[in-house]
């Protein structure tokens, strides 16, 4: 039996543990980009018969100082204004969503700054984060200490 290039790939990436270790302090991030039209073509209110396209820019940062100790940070662009006519990516805006420092002991994590408060769940589906957003508890500042079970 021929070895073929995965097995080969496999047994080197097997073979070099020192592709496992880890370093600190390390940075790390994340991006998501969304675009978004929504048209209203039929109403009561001819006032709301509007369509608004909007962009929305999230970027999670993340330097990890430890194993355990993080200082973590969301930062959004996206619109900051209610529409009231006919818009194409206006009234966007910067901002800071989450900056907080977080530290794990022993699987309790303390959590101290300005962040997103862990509570409910998300519903699936494609308006499902749109419900959330009515009961979210966001960018709030304090301390929290989450404990599993």
Known sequence: MK??????????LLATPALAE????????????????DQTFSSTDPAAEINNTTATIEAGLSFEITSSTSLNS???????????????????GLYVEELFLAHEVEGVTLTLGKFNVAFGSE????????????????EKLGGSIGIPF
């Open 123 to 138: 519903i699936p589906g494609l308006y499902g984060d749109t419900f959330t957003e009515d009961y979210e508890i966001n």
């Open 22 to 37: 880890e370093s600190y302090p390390r940075f790390s991030a994340g991006f998501e980009l969304e675009v978004q039209s």
């Open 74 to 92: 969301t930062i959004l662009f996206e619109q900051v204004l209610d529409p009231t006519d006919d818009s194409f990516f206006e009234d966007h």
């Open 3 to 12: 070895p073929n290039i995965l097995t080969t790939a496999m047994a080197v």
